[in-house]
């Protein structure tokens, strides 16, 4: 015969898990809508990290902390010289940043943009070479034939994953490596300079070149700036911005109420090629003066910085992109007087990417607290 239990059943089943102090509970949920202002302060918390996390580096690298303002402000924005030298750098600059925005905002992620821009230089070259059209109509030619150039460039990794569903980032990374080549077997086979050893092009003739419309200001500062207004006005007022906001929130539903999808990502994504050439066009014409082998080095990652930064705002690019062209010039002089590697900068710029895309997670998520007792 059974016994009766002399002791309640929670001490013969074991003692019961502890109660924690706090039975709340913390959820991640996708947010609908956060305002602008807390967007810029997100924004703005994850860039101070990264520049913080920026000077850390230079300081253990050996810059002195009391210089780091001096070398990255002082000298750079209220040196004659240095400030030239950052318009000079700005140009391309702010172009390749342009030319990232306009592809990101179709959901197109456009990782060639250095091989858009050697095509861009080689179209520009060869109509120089070849003697394409007559002398007044021969810059004109140029910058058409470096947008044709990066167009068409863009157009091959677009149709892949139109056509066959191939992913953007791999196709267009990879082209670049096939432009670079092109570009090397070039500048030193038979387009090499025939009367130097070294592998570049010959040089451009004087109206070949974009003229200086000021002592230290080339054509090219406000021909980027004019394409900064006009891609502002094509994302923010025309017809084809309309339906890149929508493609942009959710291609699916864009289509299902009727919005041109495709046509929207095709003429987008050439457009940010063709700028991209046009970046190609500003450093052989305006800077280097001809096509030389390594022009197109960090342009492309810098593009992705500035279209990152920018929250992909044409107007804001150009502002991120005067910063970024700031942060070249500056690293330069790191390198005279301090003897800072150049990839240090380049190692700036990625820990101001990696932050500024980490802000993006939390724009879009939060943490919700609900009641709930312990499992």
Same mark, same amino acid.
């Given at each position: 015969?059974?016994?009766?239990?002399?002791?309640?059943?929670?001490?013969?089943?074991?003692?019961?898990?502890?109660?924690?102090?706090f039975s709340?509970?913390?959820?991640?949920?996708i947010?609908?809508?956060?305002?602008?202002?807390?967007?810029?302060?997100?924004?703005?918390?994850?860039?101070?990290?990264?520049?913080?996390?920026?000077?850390?580096?230079?300081?253990?690298a050996?810059?002195?902390?009391?210089?780091?303002?001096?070398?990255?402000?002082?000298?750079?924005?209220?040196?004659?010289?240095?400030?030239?030298?950052?318009?000079?750098?700005?140009?391309?600059?702010?172009?390749?940043?342009?030319?990232?925005?306009?592809a990101?905002?179709?959901?197109?992620?456009?990782?060639?943009?250095?091989?858009?821009?050697?095509?861009?230089?080689?179209?520009?070259?060869?109509?120089?070479?070849?003697?394409?059209?007559?002398?007044?109509?021969?810059? #004109? /030619?140029? *910058?058409?034939? !470096?947008? &044709?150039?990066?167009?068409?460039? %863009? @157009?091959?990794?677009?149709? $892949?994953? =139109? +056509?066959?569903?191939?992913?953007?980032?791999?196709?267009?990374?990879?082209?670049?490596?096939?432009?670079?080549?092109?570009?090397l077997?070039?500048?030193?086979?038979?387009?090499?300079?025939?009367?130097?050893?070294?592998?570049?092009?010959?040089?451009?003739?004087?109206?070949?070149?974009?003229?200086?419309?000021?002592?230290?200001?080339?054509?090219?500062? #406000? /021909?980027? *700036?004019?394409? !900064?207004? &006009?891609?502002?006005?094509?994302? %923010? @007022?025309?017809?084809?911005? $309309?339906? =890149? +906001?929508?493609?942009?929130?959710?291609?699916?539903?864009?289509?299902?109420?009727?919005?041109?999808?495709?046509?929207?990502?095709?003429?987008?994504?050439?457009?940010?090629?063709?700028?991209?050439?046009?970046?190609?066009?500003?450093?052989?014409?305006?800077?280097?003066?001809?096509?030389?082998?390594?022009?197109?080095?960090?342009?492309?990652?810098?593009?992705? /910085?500035?279209?990152?930064? !920018?929250?992909?705002?044409?107007?804001?690019a %150009?502002?991120?992109?005067?910063?970024?062209?700031?942060?070249?010039?500056?690293?330069?002089?790191?390198?005279?007087?301090?003897?800072?590697?150049?990839?240090?900068?380049?190692?700036?710029?990625?820990?101001?990417?990696?932050?500024?895309?980490?802000?993006d997670?939390?724009?879009?998520?939060?943490?919700?607290?609900?009641?709930?007792?312990?499992?």
């Amino acid at each position: 015969m059974l016994e009766p239990l002399s002791a309640p059943l929670s001490q013969v089943d074991g003692p019961r898990p502890r109660q924690p102090l706090f039975s709340r509970r913390y959820t991640l949920e996708i947010r609908q809508q956060l305002a602008w202002p807390w967007q810029a302060l997100i924004l703005g918390l994850a860039l101070l990290v990264g520049l913080g996390l920026s000077a850390a580096i230079l300081v253990l690298a050996g810059v002195p902390a009391g210089e780091l303002l001096n070398e990255f402000v002082v000298a750079t924005l209220f040196d004659a010289q240095s400030l030239q030298a950052t318009l000079f750098q700005a140009a391309p600059v702010i172009l390749v940043g342009l030319a990232g925005c306009l592809a990101f905002r179709a959901r197109f992620w456009n990782l060639g943009l250095e091989g858009q821009m050697i095509w861009g230089a080689l179209g520009a070259t060869a109509v120089s070479l070849f003697e394409v059209g007559p002398e007044a109509l021969r810059l #004109p /030619l140029m *910058l058409v034939a !470096a947008l &044709l150039g990066g167009l068409l460039w %863009a @157009l091959a990794p677009l149709l $892949l994953k =139109l +056509r066959l569903g191939v992913n953007e980032i791999i196709a267009s990374l990879m082209l670049n490596y096939i432009a670079a080549n092109f570009l090397l077997h070039l500048v030193f086979g038979p387009w090499k300079d025939p009367r130097d050893a070294f592998p570049y092009s010959p040089l451009f003739r004087p109206f070949e070149r974009l003229p200086e419309l000021l002592p230290g200001l080339s054509l090219a500062v #406000p /021909l980027a *700036l004019l394409v !900064a207004v &006009l891609a502002w006005w094509f994302v %923010a @007022l025309s017809r084809a911005g $309309l339906y =890149l +906001r929508f493609v942009d929130a959710n291609p699916r539903v864009a289509s299902a109420v009727g919005v041109p999808v495709r046509a929207t990502i095709l003429a987008t994504v050439l457009a940010s090629g063709a700028l991209a050439g046009l970046a190609g066009f500003v450093v052989a014409a305006g800077q280097e003066g001809r096509l030389t082998q390594s022009f197109y080095q960090g342009y492309g990652f810098s593009g992705i /910085l500035i279209a990152f930064l !920018a929250r992909n705002n044409p107007l804001a690019a %150009a502002v991120v992109a005067f910063l970024v062209a700031t942060l070249f010039v500056a690293g330069r002089n790191l390198q005279v007087f301090y003897q800072i590697p150049f990839a240090m900068v380049q190692l700036i710029q990625a820990l101001i990417v990696i932050c500024v895309a980490s802000s993006d997670f939390f724009i879009r998520h939060r943490l919700r607290r609900s009641q709930g007792g312990a499992a």
